[in-house]
């Protein structure tokens, strides 16, 4: 998984706040500069929400969070970069300006991305000394959730970089969409003018109200757009005769006077006062960080709802999450050397408020939950990762059970360690413990795994590399003692 280690983000704003969140939750760390007296504060303001979605948005293992370093001035944020995000004001004098500062202080092969909406990186690049490393990576907020990242290169913008590129943000779960050709404004920002612009006329000829406009979108088309965009949408619209009969269709409506796209409302006070007025009816009642808090807990359920379904958007977190997976059991493996004579520390998170009951304990069917990250952390270890399901095989737990011994509450620490009971061709005995970051043990769990074909849906021997390390860490741990609680029945 193609990845950085240190970034820079140049401009604290909404936009910048959420690269700066993306980036810590994939284990960057991250130098910020922005002067503005406030930028530390909206910048927190912003991490509380992305913290917040990022604990109910999956329970694949993420790397550790990045560090967050408040840069006294832009060499310093810059200096040791390996991305630098720009996301400073609309105005190309600006940015232009920060590229020339940033080309004085960063590495000769840092990529430098702008986040701006619709200036073209050409122009962006005109004055810069390396201007082969600049692109656009046009992002859309909150950025820490949603995956779409619009790579725009320019005229002298190096091909590597744009591949570079593209990788990086795929492996913080992106969606990268290089734009084929450039121009301003890109793709996802034109389409939303268009629906813009008519917006306004409806709204200023009296025939809706912003309320109107917003239940039209999310209670309508917005819903099939959400996991299908427009062609496939209009593909279905036509049956079975496909895209071909919906346009035979409905092409002669492109010639009806329906539309004012060609026309803007005049942007006066008046136009202003309407539509803000009309609004604050409308969402007044909430504070914005109320509203964001809304609304990432419905893209978190909209997110979490498609990857059930390998759709869309849901389909790029669900990649994700295979790669946090495959992560974190490198990095145990790796990292932390572990003896595998000896049980294997496979998992450990600390609890969710989501978690819990009325009294602030762990609900029971999160034990199990622990023990199943457990489990597939430990089949991660012996090569059971998201390539060899991908080949058709896996293990399929048949038998589980637990022993519940201590409470545990919101926001503790825990950990899992695994031990190998039994590995005896296609069957596999695991038996999982779950403990307090204070030691002391909290849940046993004992499980029945049989390994089993993909294709035939039938038990099968595991393949040669899983078998062998397997037996490896199965001989090792055979002088081990049978765990308490090992083997019993309730009584």
């Known amino acids: 998984m193609s990845i950085i280690k240190q970034a820079a983000v140049v401009g604290g704003g909404v936009i910048g706040a959420g690269w700066v969140a993306r980036l810590i939750e994939n284990g960057i760390d991250v130098a910020v500069y922005d002067p503005a007296p406030d930028a530390q504060q909206k910048i927190e303001a912003v991490l ?71 200036i073209m990186p050409t122009d962006l690049q005109a004055d810069m000394q390396h201007p082969e490393r600049l692109l656009v990576a046009h992002p859309f907020n909150p950025v820490y959730l949603l995956p779409l990242v619009e790579i725009v290169a320019g005229e002298k913008t190096s091909a590597d970089i744009v591949t570079q590129a593209s990788a990086i943000y795929q492996a913080m779960g992106m969606h990268p969409l290089v734009v084929k050709k450039e121009i301003e404004a890109f793709i996802a920002d034109r389409l939303l003018e268009a629906v813009w612009r008519e917006s306004l006329w409806l709204v200023k000829d009296g025939i809706a109200t912003t309320k109107d406009i917003d239940d039209a979108i999310r209670y309508g088309f917005g819903l099939r757009w959400a996991q299908m965009g427009l062609f496939e949408t209009y593909r279905i619209a036509g049956g079975e005769a496909g895209m071909r009969h919906f346009m035979e269709q409905f092409g002669p409506c492109l010639s009806w006077p329906w539309t004012k796209l060609m026309d803007v409302p005049e942007f006066n006070d008046e136009l202003v006062d309407l539509i803000a007025g009309q609004s604050d009816e409308q969402s007044g009642h909430c504070s914005i960080r109320e509203l964001e808090r809304h609304r990432d807990d419905n893209l978190v359920a909209i997110l979490q709802a498609l990857k059930a ?183």
Not at 355 to 372: A, G, P, Q, V
């Open 48 to 118: 509380l929400n992305s913290r917040h979605a990022y604990r109910k948005l999956t329970m694949a293992p993420r790397a550790k969070e990045g560090s967050l370093a408040y840069a006294a001035s832009l060499a310093d944020a810059v200096s040791q970069a390996s991305l630098i995000i720009e996301s400073v004001p609309e105005r190309l004098d600006i940015k232009q300006s920060v590229y020339a500062d940033i080309e004085k202080f960063a590495a000769n092969d840092a990529i430098i991305a702008s986040s701006t909406s619709g």
């Open 309 to 491: 379904k390998d759709w869309g958007a849901g389909k790029v977190l669900g990649d994700y999450e295979k790669q946090c997976y495959d992560k974190a059991a490198m990095s145990e493996t790796q990292a932390l050397e572990q003896d595998y004579s000896q049980p294997i520390r496979t998992f450990e998170m600390v609890i969710p408020t989501e978690w819990t009951d009325y009294n602030n304990h762990m609900n029971e069917s999160r034990y199990l939950e622990c023990f199943s990250q457990a489990t597939d952390a430990f089949l991660r270890v012996i090569g059971v990762d998201a390539d060899y399901v991908a080949a058709g095989n896996s293990y399929f737990t048949v038998e589980t059970h637990i022993r519940h011994l201590d409470e545990v509450t919101a926001l503790e620490s825990v950990y899992t360690t695994t031990q190998v009971l039994a590995a005896d061709g296609k069957k596999l005995k695991l038996f999982n413990s779950l403990y307090h970051s204070d030691g002391h043990l909290l849940a046993i769990g004992e499980h029945m795994l049989l390994h089993v074909s993909l294709e035939t849906r039938r038990s099968s021997n595991p393949e040669t590399a899983v078998a062998e390390k397997l037996a490896e860490i199965s001989a090792l741990q055979s002088a081990l003692a049978r765990p308490e609680g090992a083997g019993n029945a309730i009584q």
